[in-house]
């Protein structure tokens, strides 16, 4: 059974007061803010521009006069929450590699990761229903920016870098970009949006995933390198 997105934004979205007072740029984040939180509950399809507007207590015009199309808002959205700590988590990685603690610079990327899931479990919703409801082509894309954002950008690059020090087996970067992330993104799915009780927390997943995914990438004659060149 389709409920309507305007029915959705009654029950389940925090309205603003209506006639409120916002600068243009404080404006934009309330509609993105309220358009992440409608679309990750009822998708890109589920969820109109009157449901929005009534959820923000502003006008469709309103909306307009900020985004466009509702898929510009979309893409706004979406780059709103993605960009958002993203350099400053990619300094502290940047760091770690520079003092060659691979372990713990791993368990700190999990950690973050398994941070954000937490923090922002609409943005991951949000980006499933993209999924689910886009095209090959369209999906082709957005698996492509995600590729291409800050942390797996970093991730690859870390992983070269280790290669050419000769303490990472050889193969292609953007191959083991996927190899490290897609365990502990895995995990979080199951137990962040879909409640699936794995019987143990986020802190137990990175204990038991680092020491297991470095075995995979360090050469044979290179077990243990933190800390070495």
């Not at 029950?11 to 404080?26: E, F, I, Q, V």
Request: aromatic share 8%; glycine share 6%.
């Amino acid at each position: 059974m389709k409920v309507s997105g305007s029915r959705h934004a009654a029950a389940d979205t925090p309205r603003t007061n209506r006639g409120t007072k916002l600068t243009s740029a404080a404006r934009r984040v309330q509609i993105i803010e309220v358009a992440i939180s409608l679309f990750s509950r009822h998708g890109y399809n589920g969820t109109t521009t009157k449901a929005l507007a009534d959820a923000a207590a502003i006008s469709e015009a309103t909306i307009f006069k900020h985004f466009k199309t509702k898929d510009s808002l979309y893409r706004a959205a979406f780059q709103h929450r993605t960009e958002s700590g993203s350099a400053e988590f990619v300094s502290l990685l940047e760091r770690l590699a520079d003092a060659g603690d691979d372990r713990y610079l791993l368990r700190t990327l999990f950690h973050g990761v398994c941070a954000g899931y937490t923090r922002d479990r609409d943005l991951h919703r949000l980006m499933q229903f993209a999924l689910l409801e886009g095209e090959a082509a369209e999906n082709a894309r957005l698996t492509d920016e995600l590729a291409h954002s800050a942390v797996p950008n970093f991730v690859g690059s870390w992983i070269a870098r280790r290669q050419e020090e000769g303490v990472f087996a050889p193969g292609p970067p953007s191959v083991l970009v996927t190899a490290v992330l897609a365990p502990i993104v895995e995990f979080l799915h199951s137990s962040k949006l879909y409640g699936v009780d794995s019987g143990h927390d986020d802190a137990t997943e990175v204990d038991v995933l680092v020491p297991f995914i470095l075995r995979g990438l360090r050469r044979p004659d290179r077990p243990d390198a933190d800390n070495r060149p």
